[in-house]
């Protein structure tokens, strides 16, 4: 009897430890601007920098302690950002005729002083997107950027460390691309949807293995009012993406994973409570977070089951470097073991 309520204890110790493990918590220092913000991106651990669709561009040197505005221009919704190194970064525009107030219609800018100093990039082939949603820094030369929700949809792509870039149209292929995940330089994915209609579209997944001059879609939803918003890879073959739905006659939410490296995509339960669906990051290919209007949802098994964290409201992108996690919403906010 005696081993047995010792083993008991010793189990509730160890779920209460479980349970513990992973703790998000507001940044009170950190930015905000009254609405959804909209992404964050750390170098390391400690150096990172924030945009929002106010024009603003913050930077934080340690942790999220703190945050210096570096750029504060009305008329410019900074969507995305990404840096190649401490000096060497790039921030997306969603663009005009989308949000209200928008006067900016340059897509892309880059900083050379670690975002002290922003400046267009005007070295750019092809037909020039009309705005960007993700950027992502595959290597020191590779860097990829894509957009826009609501289309229509591009592909930026640099070579050389962002010196001069190309565009390629995704028309016809996708109308909506919110997201962009390259595994290598020449294998890769963009996210989004098969409608610039809300009401029309379904979530879609296109992949390339040549750099994007080819794609293929590999996951298609069944529902309309339903786009992909974000995505996250934790190892080469798991991955994970966002279902945000508009869908008025229903509450069901799905998150789509992959364990092939993409090849293949199916539908996770995420919440019945009709919440929207935007970050998501995962620390392990187990354990992550999807950040939606409500709440942070927890998993521990792969996406089988969530939990709510009951700490930040719209997180729109999370980013996980090493074991610490940060999330950009309303406000900001950070996971650390």
Not at 163 to 180: H, Q, R
Not at 245 to 266: I, Q
Not at 296 to 313: A, C, F, M, N, R
Request: hydrophobic share 35%; aromatic share 12%.
């Amino acid at each position: 009897m005696r081993r047995t309520l010792l083993t008991t204890a010793i189990l509730v110790l160890y779920a209460f430890a479980l349970a513990a493990q992973y703790q998000w918590r507001l940044l009170p220092e950190s930015p905000q601007n009254g609405q959804k913000q909209d992404d964050v991106f750390f170098l390391t651990p400690e150096t990172g920098w924030s945009v929002n669709g106010s024009g603003r561009i913050y930077k934080t040197t340690d942790g999220g302690a703190s945050w210096t505005k570096l750029i504060d221009q009305p008329g410019t919704y900074f969507r995305c950002i990404g840096f190649r190194d401490s000096l060497h970064g790039f921030a997306g525009n969603i663009g005009m005729d989308y949000f209200p107030n928008v006067s900016d219609a340059t897509p892309l800018y880059r900083s050379d002083d670690g975002g002290l100093s922003w400046q267009p990039v005007t070295t750019i082939s092809g037909d020039t997107p009309t705005g960007l949603c993700a950027i992502q820094v595959v290597t020191p030369d590779v860097i990829v950027a894509g957009g826009r929700v609501g289309g229509p949809t591009h592909l930026l792509r640099s070579n050389d460390g962002g010196a001069t870039w190309t565009s390629s149209s995704l028309e016809g292929l996708i109308a909506m691309i919110t997201d962009v995940y390259f595994s290598s330089p020449d294998t890769g994915f963009v996210f989004g949807g098969t409608d610039a209609n809300i009401q029309l579209a379904h979530a879609i997944i296109l992949r390339t293995v040549d750099g994007g001059a080819n794609w293929t879609a590999v996951y298609e939803s069944a529902r309309p009012f339903e786009i992909i918003w974000k995505a996250h890879f934790p190892t080469p073959e798991t991955g994970y993406a966002t279902l945000l739905s508009y869908a008025p006659n229903t509450l069901e939410r799905f998150v789509a994973k992959t364990t092939d490296g993409g090849l293949s995509w199916s539908d996770r339960p995420l919440a019945g409570n009709g919440a929207k669906a935007f970050g998501i990051g995962f620390l392990t290919e187990n354990t992550g977070w999807v950040g939606c209007d409500n709440s942070i949802y927890e998993t521990s098994d792969g996406g089988e089951t969530w939990t709510p964290k009951q700490v930040g409201l719209y997180v729109n992108k999370i980013r996980v470097i090493g074991k610490t996690a940060y999330g950009i919403g309303v406000r900001i906010y950070k996971m650390e073991p």
